[in-house]
């Protein structure tokens, strides 16, 4: 009773802090004359690239007034802000007195804004202590970025990687990167390339380095249930739908949900449907998760493990307010699926963004293993390390390796110090990929990248989980660190190296 007590005049303190802090007049807050306009695109992006440069990452939270409000400004003048009485305060369920905060902020910037709450508060996210809002003034982003009540603040909809390919491109065209990670193709499978086996599919050679056949002796993922967040799955491929349980694949479910927002404009709220149009998300889902089916197609890892998929994002570079937020939206929900083990997302940015990583929290705070693609495969993002969120302590960083390695990238995979896992996914001589069923009936198609090699770690853990279904999150993690080529000794950046599925199983 007594800490009780003492949270709520904690809060209250921080509430008296805040607001005789900051309700000072509303046009108090001076602007040197030289910082009045906003920056352009060009500098905004010019002095990411300076921090990275510098310091190897980037920070809304470490630069200053003027770029913050400039990439809100040149961003549809959305922000988004994670509130909370501390650092941790992000689970609106357990935060003392939510709404009072949010209210609190949503006062102070009523002052500077001069508009009333229905013109600002453009979302509140029911499980998040975080809210998106629209802002014009720099002095309401000075005034909050002072107020103890922020965990971060941070423009919503900056489209860092689009207006790069504008800039360099020069055309005032920023549809190049949507296309980033997708492909609709079918190609057909060296012969080289797999193993058919009963009752007629085919093991992608990459599972016989990691001992994945052998495993199923022990375990195929049967009572797990994964889930994806990616582009979606195609409703051309039945393998992922009505024949989901085809072949030696039987009473298991899949579930389809849709949270992207196919549209520029923050304040559009009908999403699009469950349905990939990229490709990407469905080749995730066939590697996790595919029938060991009686029609010639690739298998998946986890042939008898549940699936639930996400339709989150368009592409695999998380650019604006659309796809972070339904990136956040698809944790949250899925943190919320009680039957959910395992959550796999082959997605990223090269900066945190905070939404998103309340979500990653939320969900890891429901007792979820989150598997993350240590990098994407794009011209965009090839610059840096390990990308967001796979870098956050709460998930679990996957890469791809060449063929007979477990310490040399794929060509276009990244590595770092915050990697767990690799997986071989290119082959030493024809530098194939993984072979995997395709958006369309019937056919089959390669995948490649850390996406790939997130997807076969997501399901190398159910069979894990499935053979010790007692087992907490951190009992399988130890499990798959103690059958990996570098345990007990981390490398320096490829993590404990390639898992040896058998050996975790057995």
Not at 96 to 105: P, V, Y
Not at 327 to 337: I, S
């Amino acid at each position: 009773m007594t800490k009780k007590i003492l949270t709520v005049i904690f809060v209250s303190v921080l509430f008296f802090s805040s607001c005789t802090k900051d309700e000072t007049n509303g046009d108090a807050i001076p602007i040197d004359a030289a910082l009045r306009e906003p920056l352009a695109p060009q500098q905004i992006n010019s002095k990411i690239k300076e921090s990275f440069s510098t310091t190897g990452s980037f920070d809304w939270n470490k630069i200053s007034n003027h770029i913050v409000w400039s990439a809100i400004y040149q961003g549809n003048t959305v922000a988004s802000i994670g509130f909370g009485a501390s650092a941790t305060d992000f689970d609106r369920a357990k935060s003392t007195n939510s709404n009072q905060m949010q209210n609190a902020i949503l006062d102070l910037i009523k002052q500077y804004e001069g508009k009333n709450t229905n013109e600002i508060l453009l979302s509140s996210d029911p499980f998040l202590n975080q809210m998106d809002v629209r802002i014009e003034k720099q002095e309401t982003v000075i005034a909050l970025r002072k107020s103890n009540l922020i965990r971060y603040f941070e423009p919503a909809d900056y489209k860092y990687f689009a207006l790069e390919s504008e800039n360099q491109r020069g055309d005032g065209n920023e549809t190049q990167s949507s296309g980033s990670g997708c492909g609709l193709e079918s190609t057909a499978l060296s012969a080289s390339d797999y193993t058919t086996v009963t009752p007629n599919a085919k093991v992608p050679w990459a599972f016989y380095r990691h001992n994945i056949p052998s495993a199923w002796n022990y375990s195929t993922g049967s009572g797990i249930t994964i889930g994806v967040i990616d582009t979606g799955t195609s409703t051309n491929q039945t393998l992922l739908g009505s024949s989901f349980n085809n072949g030696l694949s039987s009473g298991r479910t899949v579930s389809k949900f849709g949270v992207y927002v196919d549209s520029i404009w923050p304040w559009s709220s009908s999403t699009d449907g469950p349905n990939d149009q990229c490709g990407h998300g469905t080749s995730m889902a066939s590697v996790a998760t595919a029938p060991r089916n009686t029609i010639g197609l690739p298998v998946g890892v986890a042939y008898n493990a549940n699936l639930i998929t996400y339709r989150a994002a368009s592409n695999v570079v998380l650019d604006g307010y659309q796809e972070q937020n339904g990136v956040k939206n698809a944790f949250t929900a899925l943190g919320n699926t009680i039957s959910v083990k395992i959550i796999s997302m082959s997605m990223g940015h090269i900066f945190s963004v905070g939404k998103i990583e309340d979500g990653v929290k939320y969900a890891y705070s429901k007792g979820k293993m989150i598997f993350c693609a240590g990098g994407t495969s794009t011209s965009f993002t090839n610059f840096v390390g390990v990308i967001f969120p796979a870098w956050m302590p709460e998930t679990v960083a996957v890469t791809g390796v060449k063929e007979g390695t477990s310490n040399q990238k794929c060509d276009v995979c990244h590595t770092g110090s915050k990697i767990d896992f690799t997986v071989q996914m290119q082959r030493a001589s024809s530098g194939n990929t993984i072979p995997v069923v395709s958006y369309y009936n019937g056919q089959t198609d390669y995948v490649g990248g850390s996406s790939v090699a997130t997807a076969t770690t997501a399901g190398i853990a159910a069979l894990v989980w499935s053979k010790n279904p007692s087992w907490t999150r951190d009992q399988v993690y130890t499990k798959l660190k103690q059958s990996a080529t570098y345990f007990p000794t981390k490398n320096a950046n490829y993590g404990y190296g390639n898992i040896n599925a058998l050996l975790a199983v057995q």
